[in-house]
């Protein structure tokens, strides 16, 4: 079953804009993850953040983890036309391999 | 270098039929994953390996589905009388070591059950 869930599940904005989608979840975790997927490159892992951590940068990504709330938030800042696709969540419990998805933000970054 | 890679890319299947789907890891990739990803959802985790061992495999949604890694790289996904519900896109991934760090995905292979 899937543990995250997005919010909002679609996301329309002008390139150069900042875009933020969040993320929520249920049991607790070892690490949530953030990946992309279009059609051009499937899914691609974008930034890991662990249970220990609040908060992680990686070029124009940041990624923010709010263990007490269970959630986690993505920014991408100057969004690109390229940063279009579905972006997911997914969340890795102790003592367990898999990675559990959420249902996706769709972003569209319009030229 | 080389990615995960998977065949075939897309297969139709008349309800019924057996069908087997192909991951090749990336070279020296400890664990590998199957998700199943339905139209507009996120991946669903199916079955993981260690090598050769199939250690989790709850995922699978009923008995008609069985993978295999018999030498610890490539394995296949094998469905047997597939249904209309089966219908989706199979996800293969893999990883440097069993410490559920990122995973690195194939492209997928989309499967049509008519």
């Known amino acids: 079953s899937q543990q995250g869930e997005e919010d909002p599940q679609a996301l329309s904005i002008q390139e150069g804009e900042n875009a933020t989608m969040n993320c929520s979840y249920k049991?607790?975790?070892?690490?949530l993850q953030w990946y992309r997927q279009n059609s051009g490159r499937g899914l691609v892992h974008l930034i890991l953040?662990?249970?220990?951590?609040r908060e992680k940068h990686s070029g124009r990504l940041r990624v923010t983890l709010d263990t007490s709330k269970k959630s986690s938030s993505l920014l991408i800042t100057a969004s690109r036309a390229a940063d279009t696709a579905s972006y997911f969540c997914?969340?890795?419990?102790?003592?367990?391999?898999?990675?559990?998805f959420g249902k996706g933000n769709q972003v569209v970054v319009i030229p | 270098g080389a990615g995960v890679s998977q065949s075939p890319r897309y297969k139709v299947a008349k309800r019924g039929q057996d069908v087997a789907l192909r991951c090749d890891p990336i070279?020296?990739?400890?664990?590998l994953f199957w998700y199943q990803q339905a139209l507009g959802q996120g991946p669903e985790f199916l079955t993981y390996?260690?090598?050769?061992?199939?250690?989790?495999k709850s995922g699978l949604p009923s008995d008609r589905f069985f993978a295999e890694r018999p030498e610890g790289s490539v394995s296949t996904l094998k469905i047997q009388r597939t249904q209309q519900e089966d219908s989706a896109v199979y996800l293969c991934?893999?990883?440097?070591?069993?410490?559920?760090?990122?995973?690195?995905f194939g492209p997928g292979t989309r499967l049509t059950v008519l």
């Open positions: 997914a969340t890795r419990i102790y003592g367990n391999n898999r990675l559990a």
């Open positions: 049991t607790s975790i070892n690490n």
């Open positions: 953040i662990r249970s220990n951590e």
């Open positions: 070279s020296g990739h400890v664990s």
């Open positions: 390996f260690q090598n050769e061992a199939q250690l989790d």
């Open positions: 991934a893999s990883s440097l070591a069993e410490t559920g760090g990122e995973q690195f």
